[in-house]
């Protein structure tokens, strides 16, 4: 099931866009067999989730932290952690770096943003983390490196409000990327997509796509 899901969604991957296997919910076992096939990057919106199975899978996974992160869980995760894409606050890098400095790590992190029409969806807006960027307290975290944004479009099936949305996240990137990120040639995720508007996020600019029902689902 798995291996015939991962070939067809493979196929519409350019090889250049990495493929986040979105593996919360999901049983080992199933983990497995995407990792059998050859998926690594595996991502999981809960701190204890993520804990319980990094103990019990193969080493070489890269983890991914795509939920809503509390600064009071961060250390749970900084040790092993691949990506962090949530941080929406200068708060939560503050807390990043500490933790990664006990760990001897720089922990790789995007800037999540708003991009959606509904409220209860996290992230920042351009001028939120122009301030974060621009402060004398960013400039001295030596622990945490940001690599990129990310959003999620509103879960509508308006094709061309997704499309708006995508852009706007990509036009956010590339202000960023002007700005603060211009001589830093790690900066150049942006994390946006899911299983049911990933293509439209690839033609947008993604670099990276979180999918996980129409991966694992046996449907």
Request: glycine share 6%; charged share 20%; hydrophobic share 40%.
């Amino acid at each position: 099931m798995i291996s015939k899901n991962f070939s067809k969604i493979s196929a519409e991957i350019p090889e250049n866009v990495c493929l986040v296997a979105v593996s919360k919910t999901q049983a080992n076992a199933l983990i497995l067999e995407a990792y059998d096939i050859g998926q690594r990057h595996f991502g999981e919106n809960k701190v204890q989730d993520l804990c319980d199975k990094v103990v019990i899978l193969p080493k070489d996974i890269h983890w991914h932290m795509i939920g809503h992160l509390q600064t009071n869980k961060v250390k749970y995760i900084a040790g092993f952690v691949h990506l962090i894409h949530t941080v929406d606050s200068l708060k939560l890098l503050l807390e990043i770096n500490k933790q990664a400095q006990k760990h001897k790590r720089v922990i790789s992190c995007l800037l999540q943003f708003h991009i959606a029409e509904e409220e209860n969806k996290f992230g920042l807006n351009r001028e939120e983390a122009e301030l974060i960027l621009s402060s004398e307290s960013y400039m001295q975290l030596k622990n945490i490196e940001i690599i990129g944004v990310m959003g999620m479009a509103s879960f509508v099936q308006n094709t061309s409000q997704i499309k708006s949305e995508f852009g706007n996240l990509r036009s956010i990137f590339q202000q960023l990327k002007d700005k603060y990120f211009h001589s830093q040639n790690s900066f150049k995720e942006i994390s946006m997509g899911m299983s049911g508007d990933f293509q439209v996020a690839i033609q947008e600019g993604s670099t990276m796509v979180r999918i996980g029902s129409s991966l694992f689902s046996s449907i």
